[in-house]
């Protein structure tokens, strides 16, 4: 069965970094395009990023542009996000999700993982 | 794109039908998903391309629309459909979702 399992959050200072990994089992990574929601404490749900199949692609939100990076390793099963100059407002849980083709585009989100909590607090 | 879900939020009774409506600021085709997210738990595809309806989702649940506007439809409420539902375009990036609307008893 497919399974989607982030870690990597935590409680981070202000302009500090953090990595958040997503690793993937039960179907063929490499096939799938990736991306990241996340979802701020009490509100609806942000797209972040996404990533193709083979990390030839990538787009973001214009509220991370510059300061979030996706990537992909298809040979470990795993999508990371790494997140630097974190600010107060990226505090929320993000959750990876499959995209349902291989680019990222005009599909859906079939799967998401448990998600991680990202705290941005000093 | 903007996304705009309507209403906000909803009470309703075991066995009502409820509608919930999804309007794009722009054309977006058919690229429109539903979701539904129950506390603390993550998102859960239910209906994706307007109306196609995911695996192991009940039929109670149905979907239409294009262009701009889209609904949701639950038949027959159940006690586990109370939860959040947001709909999602993917017709360009940002892929965004609407603000959710509540469904609650």
């Known amino acids: 069965q497919v399974q989607l399992v982030e870690s990597g959050g935590g409680v981070v200072q202000p302009g500090k970094s953090l990595r958040l990994s997503c690793a993937a089992s039960g179907f063929t990574f490499g096939s799938s395009a990736m991306h990241w929601v996340r979802q701020a404490p009490g509100k609806g749900l942000e797209w972040v990023a996404l990533?193709?199949?083979?990390?030839?692609?990538?787009d973001y939100a214009d509220s991370v542009k510059g300061r979030f990076t996706v990537s992909r390793d298809n040979s470990k099963n795993t999508l990371y996000l790494q997140m630097n100059s974190l600010r107060l407002e990226d505090t929320a849980v993000y959750y990876c999700?499959?995209?349902?083709?291989?680019?990222?585009?005009?599909?859906?989100?079939?799967?998401w993982g448990q998600g991680t909590q990202v705290t941005v607090s000093s | 794109i903007q996304m705009t879900q309507s209403p906000s939020s909803l009470s309703a009774s075991l066995g009502d039908k409820v509608t919930i409506t999804c309007r794009a600021s722009?054309?977006?085709?058919?690229?429109l998903n539903w979701y539904q997210q129950r506390p603390g738990k993550a998102p859960k595809l239910l209906i994706y391309i307007a109306s196609a309806l995911q695996s192991g989702v009940p039929s109670r649940f149905s979907g239409s629309g294009s262009g701009t506007d889209f609904t949701l439809t639950i038949n027959s409420l159940q006690p586990e459909d109370f939860a959040t539902y947001y709909c999602?375009?993917?017709?360009?990036?940002?892929?965004?979702f609407g603000q959710g609307t509540k469904l609650e008893i």
């Open positions: 722009q054309r977006i085709g058919s690229y």
């Open positions: 999700a499959r995209a349902s083709d291989a680019t990222g585009f005009y599909g859906w989100f079939d799967y």
């Open positions: 990533i193709s199949y083979d990390g030839g692609n990538e």
């Open positions: 999602q375009q993917t017709h360009s990036n940002p892929q965004t």
